[in-house]
């Protein structure tokens, strides 16, 4: 029973991962993510094009806030 339990919440965890892509995707808005040490973990389309990096390149190099 608990293998179970834990394949439901597997496959609960990837199809709520997939939708959110999907709206990252999706958007016109540029995203981008990073971790609490301030390393880019995802860029989604529009920040690509915002940008001009594809997201494997932005993706595990520091995010500077250029407003400070």
């Known amino acids: 029973k608990k293998t179970l339990s834990r394949r439901a919440a597997n496959k609960a965890l990837r199809d709520l991962q997939a939708g959110a892509r999907t709206i990252l995707d999706a958007t016109h808005d540029a995203i981008i993510t990073?971790?609490?040490a301030g390393?880019?973990?995802s860029a989604n389309?529009?920040?690509e094009r915002l940008y001009g990096w594809r997201a494997d390149e932005l993706a595990g190099r520091p995010w500077i806030?250029?407003?400070s």
Do not use: L
Request: proline residues 8%.
């Open 45 to 47: 389309p529009a920040a």
């Open 34 to 36: 990073v971790n609490a």
């Open 65 to 67: 806030d250029r407003k």
């Open 39 to 41: 390393t880019v973990t």
